[in-house]
């Protein structure tokens, strides 16, 4: 069964300050994706990442996917208020089966301080 | 142009008693997956309908079932709840033919469910 782990589950950071989050999986996918959620809300889609090398960019935020070491990152540069939400790796899953899921980290919440 | 809805908002039901949940996807799309939401964790795949057909099914027991209409809206009931059925109940839809996960996944507002 596919494992997701997300890394750090809480984060802290001072506005202007640069961190990575880290998913790693377990067994072979193709495919990540990164969600946000803000707190009583739902999930709002960031990245879709499909091939392995992919790297995408919006704002503040970059993600990338090494599917050969089951690595996905989510690179927050420069990091302001507006940021502080949970984010959530996502991995797509196809078990032996042959059904297909998403399979969710935990999360990390994040917090930018003034 | 709508997004994904879901209804009611919120519900609260005591255990033993069944439960039916409603989503109506966005505009364009004719999948629908539904997640659980335990709080402080991630969400977890329960099914996905394609077609009026349950496509494919993550670790959840018979007590989950679900409905998809002519309309690509979807229903998802729960018999016999139990205290650790309380969570975020999420509704996601996409367009295509089996698990569209190739591209984004819409979700909705989600229903609160507390089971006591």
């Known amino acids: 069964e596919l494992k997701v782990e997300q890394n750090p589950l809480f984060l802290s950071m001072q506005e202007g300050k640069n961190y990575t989050i880290y998913c790693n999986y377990s067994?072979?996918?193709?495919?990540l994706y990164w969600y946000r959620q803000d707190p009583g809300k739902s999930l709002e889609s960031l990245f879709v990442?499909?091939?392995?090398?992919a790297v995408k960019q919006e704002g503040r935020l970059m993600a990338s996917l090494d599917t050969k070491a089951r690595l996905s990152t989510l690179h927050i540069t420069a990091a302001v208020h507006d940021l502080s939400a949970t984010y959530f790796c996502?991995?797509?899953?196809?078990?032996?089966?042959?059904?297909?899921?998403?399979?969710f980290g935990k999360g990390t919440k994040l917090t930018v301080n003034p | 142009d709508a997004g994904v809805t879901q209804s009611p908002t919120h519900l609260i039901k005591t255990r033993g008693q069944q439960v039916t949940l409603r989503c109506s996807p966005k505009s364009g799309h004719d999948t629908v997956s539904w997640y659980q939401q335990a709080l402080g964790q991630g969400p977890q795949f329960i099914f996905q309908?394609?077609?009026?057909?349950e496509r494919q099914r993550g670790n959840f027991p018979d007590r989950f079932s679900g409905h998809q209409f002519p309309n690509y809206s979807s229903e998802l009931n729960v018999n016999a709840l139990l205290l650790g059925d309380s969570a975020l109940y999420l509704c996601?839809?996409?367009w295509g033919p089996g698990l569209s996960f190739t591209d984004t996944q819409y979700f909705g507002p989600g229903t609160r469910l507390t089971v006591l």
């Open positions: 996502a991995v797509d899953y196809i078990t032996q089966g042959g059904s297909e899921k998403l399979v």
């Open positions: 309908y394609y077609e009026e057909e």
């Open positions: 067994t072979t996918s193709d495919r």
């Open positions: 996601a839809s996409s």
């Open positions: 990442l499909l091939s392995n090398g």
